[in-house]
């Protein structure tokens, strides 16, 4: 049997291809088109308007490096904003703190929680069923405009600047982040491949840089997501993230007893050094 292939669309020049062994389920929601593929190289695939969000094989790598740098720069965190996150994958990170008393996720597509906790559990693992988390089926940035609730941390995984994500990459929903978060919270986005995504980095940090005192880019190298390091930004108004020293980090991770697959409190330390290219 020939082999079937399914090319992302993310990139204008540049296209992944993924071998796939069978369409798990796909559907067109009210908001995008949702498909689970069975890929021979990374596993389960969640795909959305034909771009990769996540796979089985490296999703650990995402998902610990955007919930551990920021729960673990912050002294206690104890409530946590997910934007987006369909997956579950970031919540399931979150849930392992012992400090943290509520998650609460802003997702606007309930299909995408519904076919994932189907189709894709080795992502959520159950988190969708602990009781600390509260899962508010809307946009995320009229959540953050209207809520009352405070935030120690606030996590925005979502797709990249188009469609239904779009309004997440405002300075305006910046502004209500910062409104959500507590005195000393911290906020980290994803910005994509920084090599053919720079123009996204550089937008989102100087859009922060307006709302934010502290905005410091962070990097990983996640095979699912092409184009080389893959980056994030870590914004604040108290906490300064290269002043973590790993001593402290350290005993925060055997407080957590975290046991991580990818982040380690020297990989935290490490992940804001920068290329020369890349000092944004
Ligand atoms: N890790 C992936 C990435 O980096 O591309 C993101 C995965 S996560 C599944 C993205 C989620 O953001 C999707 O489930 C999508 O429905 C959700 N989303 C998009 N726009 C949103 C909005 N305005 N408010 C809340 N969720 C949104």
Redesign the pocket.
Same mark, same amino acid.
């Given at each position: 049997m020939p082999t079937r292939w399914f090319f992302e669309t993310l990139h204008r020049h540049v296209r992944q291809g993924l071998a796939v062994g069978k369409v798990v389920a796909q559907r067109r929601t009210p908001? !995008?088109k949702l498909q689970i593929l069975e890929t021979m190289a990374y596993g389960r695939a969640?795909v959305?308007d034909g $771009?990769v !969000? /996540?796979t089985e094989r490296d999703e650990h790598i995402?998902h610990e490096m955007m919930t551990h740098v920021p729960l673990c720069a912050h002294p206690k965190p104890r409530c946590v904003l997910v934007?987006? =996150?369909? &997956?579950g994958?970031i919540v399931r990170e979150a849930l392992r703190h012992p400090t943290v008393e509520r998650v609460v996720m $802003?997702?606007? &597509?309930p299909e $995408?929680i519904r076919f994932?906790r189907r189709h894709l559990p080795a992502i959520c693992q159950g988190a969708f069923e602990d009781k600390r988390l509260q899962v508010v089926a #809307? &946009?995320?940035?009229r959540y953050v405009r209207s809520t009352g609730e405070r935030f120690d941390v606030a996590i925005v &995984?979502? /797709?990249?600047p188009i #469609?239904?994500?779009r $309004?997440?990459f405002q300075t305006a929903f910046y502004r209500d982040v910062a409104r959500v978060l507590r005195r000393r919270g911290v906020a980290v986005r !994803?910005t =994509?491949s920084t090599f053919l995504q720079s123009r996204e980095l550089d937008e989102a940090a100087s859009r922060l840089r307006r709302v934010f005192r502290v905005v410091a880019p962070y990097l990983a190298a996640i095979p699912t997501?092409v184009g080389g390091f893959f980056g994030f930004l870590f914004a604040s108004d108290r906490i300064q993230p290269a002043r973590a020293t790993l001593a402290r980090l350290e005993s925060r991770y055997r407080c957590a007893r975290l046991a991580c697959r990818y982040y380690t409190p020297a990989i935290h330390r490490a992940c804001f050094v920068l290329p020369a290219s890349l000092k944004a």
């Open positions: 908001f !995008q969640l959305l $771009v !969000q /996540t995402y934007i987006g =996150g369909g &997956d994958g $802003v997702e606007i &597509d $995408v994932c #809307g &946009d995320g940035a &995984d979502s /797709t990249d #469609g239904p994500a $309004v997440l !994803q =994509g997501y």
